[in-house]
């Protein structure tokens, strides 16, 4: 390759000026002759510019955020947590879906008419030209769906990050955080108990205890997503019940995808834990179980039944058993069969006199026969549940039972119905009218005429809508039951009794702003009280953070302005000398 060389060698690349170009000079003294044109200007468009965001602005934080969550009560608490999150970073969480700047949908994968809720909702979320957040089970098991391409995805175990995808999202981004939550390799229960959350219903909280299961059953999607048993310590989950207490809370709710098993991968189990919660449970307040399978209840039975007859606990507990034929529930690897089953029921009738057992049942399993069937609906009559969850079978995508012969889906349907008619044949709070009850007050009823109460046995009791009764305790006496229900008028000389406890956060108001959190943040919560309860006005919160944000990006700019002027006047100053 030849080689370049030059004669003349140049001290500086300003040296390289021709003949005929302007000198440094001539072209400052040409700007004598440049006469400035006055611009007018919209003084209306330019105030309202001033005091908003353009309308192509990115600044997060300031966007309206609608949420909606299916399935379980772990589910639910996992959309109290991500709420909670981004309210306290400033975003508004509306009820009004079409008002919203992006939708964060939580799904459930349990079965097929929840999965395709979530997909009509993801639909009608594109044609309304919404940012698309998506949450729960159905994207964590199957994030390849073709639906849910070029859409965030925000993992079951990574909901403490909620933020920052919905950031990523309002600015144009597509992200996808999937991965689960280790310590030193092991597997974690999830994201941190102590983060901020709105609870749907102030007077109760959601406490999962742990994620995933032990089990491998043939129908379940959820175990795709939520995986194998991880367990929060006990220590955590007493100060996050022991939190709950103090944001007067009155009800705390338990749940996982299996109870029973807690502990097994960290050493210890739900008794241990059981005991541990119910010393932190002020008086008037109650706590409630969620479901176990029989299994893990088994080998508890004796400590069980002494917990569920502590005052402060529902004596209530929930053990599916999916079927009664030992055949099925093989096919279902279900590690049961239909007699341990009944030793459980059968045990804790015994010991726990008027428990609450609720129940589940799937009708037309692959391989499911008459038989299968009829055995079945014996267990019921049997048994009389008071609760029972009728499911018929839907095959649910890369589950083993998918794979399986199918039953005919009008077989499904007919046995579905006539399990429905045994279960409707009887009437399981009768003989409980004329009953003195005491019942604790939490919600309101569906269609708001009454006030929904429990009782020691977590019956559903409605009570006339009094607001001195909400978050208390009263004395019913039963005058009426239906099916799922009982009516109490409060005795006339008793007073409704206040737990031992602070007085509840407003409907929608962020709780719990650990310090941790408020560093996460950043300087903007700076001005916020250092407490465990943060109460402050959602809307002036939002204007303070705007106002921050808009600082911040002002301040940015301005950063940029003086550091471009400055190499401009230095590059001036150069040409000069």
């Not at 709070?429 to 006030?451: A, M, N, P, W």
């Not at 004395?475 to 737990?499: N, R």
Request: proline share 6%; net charge neutral; glycine share 6%.
């Amino acid at each position: 390759m030849p080689s370049a060389s030059c004669d003349t060698l140049l001290d500086d690349i300003e040296d390289i000026v021709s003949q005929g170009d302007l000198k440094p000079q001539d072209r400052h003294s040409a700007r004598k002759h440049v006469v400035p044109k006055a611009r007018k200007r919209n003084t209306q468009k330019y105030l309202q510019e001033e005091n908003s965001p353009p309308s192509d602005s990115t600044i997060p934080g300031i966007q309206k955020i609608w949420m909606r969550t299916w399935g379980c009560s772990h589910n639910n608490s996992d959309g109290e947590y991500m709420a909670g999150q981004l309210a306290a970073y400033g975003y508004e969480i509306t009820e009004n879906a079409s008002d919203a700047d992006l939708w964060l949908l939580n799904s459930c994968t349990v079965k097929n008419p929840a999965e395709d809720h979530f997909r009509n909702s993801i639909k009608k979320a594109q044609e309304e030209n919404k940012k698309i957040v998506l949450a729960g089970c159905v994207p964590q098991a199957q994030p390849r769906q073709d639906y849910l391409k070029g859409l965030s995805i925000i993992g079951v175990q990574q909901i403490d990050r909620v933020v920052e995808v919905v950031e990523e999202t309002i600015k144009g981004h597509s992200v996808r955080l999937l991965g689960q939550k280790k310590d030193n390799g092991k597997r974690l229960g999830g994201a941190r108990l102590d983060l901020p959350k709105i609870r749907k219903n102030p007077l109760i909280e959601i406490i999962s205890i742990n994620t995933g299961c032990l089990n491998a059953c043939t129908y379940c999607k959820t175990k795709h997503a939520r995986g194998n048993l991880a367990s929060y310590p006990i220590d955590e989950l007493v100060e996050r019940a022991r939190q709950s207490f103090q944001e007067g809370v009155c009800e705390i709710w338990l749940t996982s995808e299996d109870t029973g098993a807690y502990g097994r991968d960290i050493g210890t189990n739900l008794p241990s834990l059981l005991w541990k919660l119910v010393e932190v449970i002020p008086e008037g307040a109650m706590l409630r179980l969620g479901m176990t399978n029989p299994p893990y209840i088994l080998e508890h039975l004796e400590e069980m039944a002494k917990i569920l007859n502590h005052p402060r606990v529902y004596a209530f507990l929930h053990i599916p058993v999916q079927s009664a034929s030992d055949t099925v529930l093989m096919e279902m690897k279900r590690e049961y069969c239909v007699a341990d089953f009944k030793r459980v029921v059968d045990f804790l009738k015994e010991k726990v006199p008027g428990i609450t057992l609720a129940t589940d049942i799937i009708c037309g399993f692959p391989g499911e026969t008459d038989q299968d069937f009829q055995e079945t609906v014996k267990l019921v009559e049997e048994y009389k549940f008071p609760s029972l969850f009728i499911n018929q079978f839907y095959p649910r995508p890369g589950t083993p039972a998918a794979k399986m012969a199918q039953i005919p889906a009008q077989v499904k349907k007919q046995r579905t119905k006539d399990l429905s008619r045994v279960f409707h044949s009887y009437n399981p709070y009768d003989h409980k009218i004329g009953e003195r009850q005491q019942v604790l007050v939490t919600e309101e009823s569906f269609d708001s005429k009454f006030y929904v109460a429990h009782n020691r046995f977590y019956e559903q009791v409605l009570v006339p809508k009094n607001p001195t009764f909400m978050g208390k305790m009263i004395e019913v006496d039963i005058y009426e039951s239906g099916k799922h229900f009982m009516k109490g008028q409060p005795v006339s000389d008793a007073k409704a009794y206040t737990p031992s406890i602070n007085k509840p956060l407003a409907k929608g108001e962020v709780s719990g702003l650990t310090e941790d959190f408020r560093n996460r943040l950043g300087n903007h919560l700076s001005l916020v009280p250092h407490t465990s309860v943060v109460r402050r006005d959602p809307a002036s919160s939002r204007m303070a953070l705007r106002l921050q944000r808009l600082h911040e990006d002002c301040a940015l700019r301005a950063s940029v302005g003086l550091a471009l002027f400055a190499l401009l006047l230095a590059f001036l100053v150069k040409i000069y000398n």
